[in-house]
């Protein structure tokens, strides 16, 4: 039998709770089934006035939905988190580092350490990036990495996301719900704070704008209502108090980017772009695209606008890539890597294939390229047509997956149609990457609320629980 590490108890019988849940469980017992049912419901009513959706792709029942919120938070004591944070810190600066080498000397390729087809074919390798210089050689100004605990209670770094991460929006919301239902649980808890991240987050994008932008105006770039995290994009532009703009908002001329205004055209200097980098120019990448700025990849060239997060950043959390970051740690920074990553097999080389294909029905498969949840291979709970048919993509486009084994993810006790009972959580702490690297305490703890699934990815039916640090 799999032994799930619980994060709220403390044996398998279930009757021993751990020191820093004690407080809650014991505020928990006193409540009853129906407050927590009319509790629950008013957040799913306030969540739905809000607007607060997320797309489900393939959802026969319809393109957005609310986001699932539990009301049982997942706690985090202090010297866990100041752990967590060190190490976060310490991976994050290296991934800067290495984009800025992959785009400049190519130190690490030179050195034998990570073969140089793994960057230039990699799919998200910009060769127009090669050369240029971006302010404080920062790419990722915002990380999010997520964070598994397994075996015993080890946190293990499951992938980490330094394109357009998201689900800030959500650690903040969940945050301000709890507050709104349960304020009593906040007077007796001394809970670290997350709503200050706006601002850190303001501060941070100014902190890199271009030399001379004395008082830079920022914008945050949106696809627009359609893409399914245009919820956060709007929140985190009100939350700052910065204009909201699309593609067709914004225009280059002189060699500058210029936001339309009913005042007239105002220069932009920060654009927190939440779109892929294929849509950002037409003139650079993809022709078809009515959603980008032409002629943006030149003035970011020129160095007379700052992207976050900058073009090409992708090249460093592609899965392919990911099992080299212990080693970017130790080349850049000449230390050990304080999180653990998961053990990976890289199916490109022909000994990790045959290992994967011999034990496929233990093992997790990715596609290196992949995100979501989507393109993968979850061995134990899938069934024997479904190996047949994953092994035959192995078979033909080895260099495209990597496999893992399948993680006992920690487990929190969670509000289900029965009752109370454990689901599977990660975590996705927010980094943020400007003069200093700087983070709120916690994140956004997403829940796998299908008994038994592992995959807690919000685009394929994962909930949310708000993220407790413990000051003290």
Not at 161 to 190: H, I, Q, T, W
Not at 328 to 357: G, H, W
């Amino acid at each position: 039998m799999v032994h799930f590490y619980n994060e709220m108890m403390a044996d398998e019988s279930a009757t021993s709770v751990r020191e820093h849940y004690r407080e809650f469980d014991a505020w928990l017992c006193r409540q009853t089934p129906e407050h927590i049912e009319r509790k629950r419901a008013e957040a799913d009513l306030t969540f739905r006035r809000v607007g607060i959706t997320f797309a489900v792709y393939g959802d026969d029942a319809g393109t957005e939905r609310l986001i699932p919120f539990d009301t049982i938070p997942r706690i985090i004591p202090a010297h866990e988190w100041r752990a967590l944070q060190a190490g976060l810190v310490q991976r994050v600066k290296a991934l800067n580092m290495f984009v800025h080498d992959i785009y400049h000397d190519q130190n690490i390729i030179k050195a034998g350490i990570i073969p140089a087809e793994q960057i230039y074919k990699n799919a998200q390798y910009r060769p127009e990036m090669q050369g240029i210089n971006v302010t404080s050689n920062i790419y990722a100004h915002i990380a999010g990495v997520d964070i598994v605990r397994a075996g015993a209670g080890e946190f293990y770094v499951l992938e980490d996301n330094l394109r357009v991460p998201s689900g800030v929006s959500y650690m903040l919301e969940d945050r301000k719900m709890m507050m709104r239902l349960f304020p009593e649980l906040f007077a007796r808890n001394r809970i670290a704070p997350v709503d200050h991240y706006p601002d850190m987050l303001l501060e941070n994008l100014r902190s890199v704008a271009p030399s001379g932008a004395s008082d830079p105006t920022i914008v945050v770039m949106t696809p627009g209502m359609y893409n399914s995290a245009y919820f956060e994009h709007a929140f985190l532009a009100q939350q700052m108090g910065v204009e909201l703009v699309e593609g067709k908002d914004l225009f280059v001329s002189n060699n500058a980017v210029y936001m339309r205004t009913i005042r007239g055209p105002c220069r932009v200097d920060v654009i927190y772009r939440r779109m892929d980098d294929n849509f950002l120019d037409p003139l650079a990448f993809r022709s078809d695209s009515a959603l980008g700025v032409p002629g943006l990849l030149s003035v970011y060239r020129a160095g007379r606008v700052t992207l976050a997060n900058a073009i090409g950043t992708g090249v460093a959390d592609d899965k392919s890539i990911y099992p080299f970051v212990p080693d970017m740690i130790r080349f850049y920074l000449s230390e050990q890597a304080l999180l653990n990553n998961v053990p990976t097999y890289q199916c490109r080389k022909a000994e990790d294939l045959a290992y994967t294909l011999a034990h496929l029905p233990e093992l997790v498969v990715k596609e290196v390229h992949g995100a979501g949840g989507y393109g993968m291979l979850v061995g134990p709970a899938s069934t024997k047509a479904q190996i047949a048919e994953f092994r035959e993509r192995l078979i033909a486009k080895p260099d495209g997956y990597i496999a893992q084994p399948t993680l006992a993810l920690s487990s929190c006790p969670t509000y289900v149609e029965n009752g109370i009972a454990p689901r599977h959580i990660d975590l996705r702490p927010f980094v943020l990457s400007g003069k200093t690297i700087s983070m709120v305490p916690g994140g956004l703890t997403r829940v796998a609320l299908q008994e038994g699934s592992l995959v807690v990815n919000s685009s394929q039916g994962g909930g949310t629980k708000d993220t407790w640090i413990l000051e003290k």
